[in-house]
């Protein structure tokens, strides 16, 4: 059974900087990419970042560009999304996810994942 356990959400100033990590277990990590999503109150799902299974090809959204950057470390089956100049807007829940099937790479694509962690709370205050 496939589970992924998100850590490292809370409150931070602007221009502050937080790092989250998903711990994954029930299958091979480092077969598999994965993704980071958030979701602000009253609005949709949105991508933040993806990276490959073996670590390569990192992509974040424009949005987060510049500030955020993902890595994963498939020794501890772990991916993180080092989060930093935080502002206001990236206030959010921010969820791992990953697909169902090994070396499949769903990119910004939310229906790609088949896998989501719980979610972890980011509150940037202004």
């Known amino acids: 059974q496939v589970q992924l356990v998100e850590s490292g959400g809370g409150l931070v100033q602007a221009g502050g900087s937080l790092r989250l990590s998903c711990a994954a277990s029930?299958?091979?990590?480092?077969?598999?990419?994965m993704g980071w999503f958030r979701q602000a109150p009253g609005k949709e799902r949105e991508f933040v970042a993806t990276i490959s299974w073996t670590g390569g090809s990192p992509y974040v959204a424009d949005s987060v560009k510049g500030r955020f950057t993902i890595s994963r470390d498939n020794a501890k089956n772990t991916v993180y999304l080092q989060m930093n100049t935080l502002k206001p807007e990236d206030t959010a829940v921010y969820y791992c996810?990953?697909?169902?099937?090994?070396?499949?790479?769903?990119?910004?694509?939310?229906?790609?994942?088949?896998?989501w962690g719980q979610g972890t709370q980011v509150t940037v205050s202004s």
């Open positions: 996810a990953a697909p169902l099937y090994r070396y499949l790479a769903p990119g910004s694509d939310s229906k790609g994942y088949g896998y």
């Open positions: 029930g299958r091979t990590f480092s077969n598999y990419a």
